[in-house]
Nanobody
Framework: VQLAESGGGLVQPGESLRLSCTTSGFTFSAYSMTWVRQAPGKEFEWVSTINGGDDSTSYADSVRGRFIVSRDNAKNTVYLQMNSLKPEDTALYLC?????????????YGQGTQVTVSS
């Protein structure tokens, strides 16, 4: 199982970024995929999950209305469109295989991509 995030960078407040997470080694379409983030010195924070099968989505209150999670099962890739970015969104963003409650125990996640929001 491999996951690799990309698309991070340095942006100004109010700008947008699109993160990608390409995967391999498992039947991507069958699994929920989750985005989490970790700011320096803080614990992991759940951001969003998109379920396998019905593609239903859920978001943390802090990003709802600004972030959109999606997936392309043909490309084994999950995306996170981040709009109206704020300085408090600055973190290392990781994608993980699994649900909001199960991703960490499952242990399949990438190295992350850094997002920095600063003027």
């Amino acid at each position: 199982v491999q996951l690799a995030e990309s698309g991070g960078g340095l942006v100004q407040p109010g700008e947008s970024l699109r993160l990608s997470c390409t995967t391999s080694g498992f039947t991507f379409s069958a699994y929920s995929m989750t985005w989490v983030r970790q700011a320096p010195g803080k614990e992991f924070e759940w951001v969003s999950t998109i379920n396998g099968g019905d593609d239903s989505t859920s978001y943390a209150d802090s990003v709802r209305g600004r972030f959109i999670v999606s997936r392309d099962n043909a490309k084994n890739t999950v995306y996170l469109q981040m709009n109206s970015l704020k300085p408090e969104d600055t973190a290392l963003y990781l994608c993980a295989r699994g649900t909001r409650g199960g991703w960490r125990k499952a242990g399949y996640y990438g190295q992350g991509t850094q997002v920095t929001v600063s003027s």
